[in-house]
T-cell receptor, first 116, second 114 residues
Framework: GAGVSQSPRYKVAKRGQDVALRCDPI?????LFWYQQALGQGPEFLTY????????KSGLPSDRFFAERPEGSVSTLKIQRTQQEDSAVYLC??????????????FGQGTRLTVV | AQSVTQLGSHVSVSEGALVLLRCNYS??????LFWYVQYPNQGLQLLLK??????LVKGINGFEAEFKKSETSFHLTKPSAHMSDAAEYFC????????????FGAGTRLAVHP
C-alpha cells in the first residue's frame, strides 16, 4: 500500500480482555517498530523487527505484551489481560533500510486503545 | 543514555509571527535528530532530520532547525506561522544501536491564532 496501515483505528476493551492490533507496513520495508503514546506524551518505543526477527523488545512494559511478524511483513501486537494503564495510542512505523541510521520512519495513524 | 527535552508543552503565536519550538538533547554519541509533526488523529510525519551534515537543516512546510552542539539544542523555527501549522510537534533523537529507534520528547502543542 501507499502508507503504513493500522487496524482497528479504535478499540475499546473491557479490563481483562485480550486484544490484537495489526500493522501493515509499506511493502518492501525491512524495519518495523511499535511505539506506545500515552495521552499528552510523546511516543515510547516498544519493540523492533528486522524482517521476521524481533531484535529489540526492551520497551515492552510487561509479559502481557507480545509482538510478532511471522513472514516479515504484517505485524501484530497482542496485549493479554488488558489493564487501564494500557490505554494509549499504539503507533506502528516502518522504514526501508535494515540498519541505516538515516532512514526515515513512516508512521501509521495508530490504534487508540481504551480499556474500561 | 539518550534523552530529549522539549521546553514548553504549549506555544501560541499569531498568524504571520515567528515560530520557535525548543528542543534540547542528551547523547553520549553524535546524535541523529528529528522533528515530527502530528495532526489530530493522524500519525507522525517527518518535518526534517539532522544527520551530521549541515548544521542548518531545512524541512517541509517552511520549517528549519539548527543543530548547536555547544548548546545541545535543535530548535525548530519558521519565519511566518500559518493557521495550518497548528499541530503537535515532537523532537526525537535516534538511539545508538544500529537501527532507527527513536526517543521522543513529550511534545509541544502549537496554536496559531488570527
Amino acid at each position: 500500500g501507499a502508507g503504513v496501515s493500522q487496524s482497528p483505528r479504535y478499540k475499546v476493551a473491557k479490563r481483562g480482555q485480550d486484544v490484537a492490533l495489526r500493522c501493515d507496513p509499506i511493502s518492501g520495508h525491512v524495519s518495523l517498530f511499535w511505539y506506545q503514546q500515552a495521552l499528552g506524551q510523546g511516543p515510547e518505543f516498544l519493540t523492533y523487527f528486522q524482517n521476521e526477527a524481533q531484535l529489540d523488545k526492551s520497551g515492552l512494559p510487561s509479559d502481557r505484551f507480545f509482538a510478532e511478524r511471522p513472514e516479515g511483513s504484517v505485524s501484530t501486537l497482542k496485549i493479554q489481560r488488558t489493564q487501564q494503564e494500557d490505554s494509549a495510542v499504539y503507533l506502528c512505523a516502518s522504514s526501508f533500510a535494515p540498519t541505516g541510521k538515516n532512514t526515515e520512519a513512516f508512521f501509521g495513524q495508530g490504534t487508540r486503545l481504551t480499556v474500561v | 543514555a539518550q534523552s530529549v527535552t522539549q521546553l514548553g508543552s504549549h506555544v501560541s503565536v499569531s498568524e504571520g509571527a515567528l515560530v520557535l519550538l525548543r528542543c534540547n538533547y542528551s547523547s553520549s554519541v553524535p546524535p541523529y535528530l528529528f522533528w515530527y509533526v502530528q495532526y489530530p488523529n493522524q500519525g507522525l510525519q517527518l518535518l526534517l532530520k539532522y544527520t551530521s551534515a549541515a548544521t542548518l537543516v531545512k524541512g517541509i512546510n517552511g520549517f528549519e532547525a539548527e543543530f548547536k552542539k555547544s548548546e545541545t539544542s535543535f530548535h525548530l523555527t519558521k519565519p511566518s506561522a500559518h493557521m495550518s501549522d497548528a499541530a503537535e510537534y515532537f523532537c526525537a533523537v535516534g538511539a545508538s544501536g544500529g537501527y532507527n529507534k527513536l526517543i521522543f520528547g513529550a511534545g509541544t502543542r502549537l496554536a496559531v491564532h488570527p
